[in-house]
Nanobody
Framework: VQLQASGGGLVQTGGSLRLSCTASGGTFSFYTVGWFRQAPGKEREFVAAISRGGGRTAYVDSVEGRFTISRDNDKKTQYLQMNSLKPEDTAVYYC????????????????????WGQGTLVTVSS
């Protein structure tokens, strides 16, 4: 499966952005999908993940209550709605996918995801 991320940009503190990631070349509903981010000089960090059917989600503590991950399997697209953005959210955001069984638990480890989008830059100004 190939992933194409979009929606990044420059926003002020407290603002909102919605990232999208559209898949092609595979059956999207067979994949658990997620978002990671990488700030300059830091390791890639798990942000959020969502199960194949969309019924289960997981978030890193620092975005809980501010970010919402969702997916539309008919459109082969996952989303990350980011509200109340902070300067520390500044990073390149990557969408990722891993093929799993229907009941698989979420993984927060980047090495468990075989497919990655190209990244989209989010900059939050103070």
């Amino acid at each position: 499966v190939q992933l194409q991320a979009s929606g990044g940009g420059l926003v002020q503190t407290g603002g909102s952005l919605r990232l999208s990631c559209t898949a092609s070349g595979g059956t999207f509903s067979f994949y658990t999908v997620g978002w990671f981010r990488q700030a300059p000089g830091k390791e890639r960090e798990f942000v959020a993940a969502i199960s194949r059917g969309g019924g289960r989600t997981a978030y890193v503590d620092s975005v809980e209550g501010r970010f919402t991950i969702s997916r539309d399997n008919d459109k082969k697209t996952q989303y990350l709605q980011m509200n109340s953005l902070k300067p520390e959210d500044t990073a390149v955001y990557y969408c990722a996918a891993r093929r799993t069984i229907l009941t698989a638990n979420h993984s927060r480890a980047p090495e468990d995801y075989a497919y990655w989008g190209q990244g989209t830059l989010v900059t939050v100004s103070s």
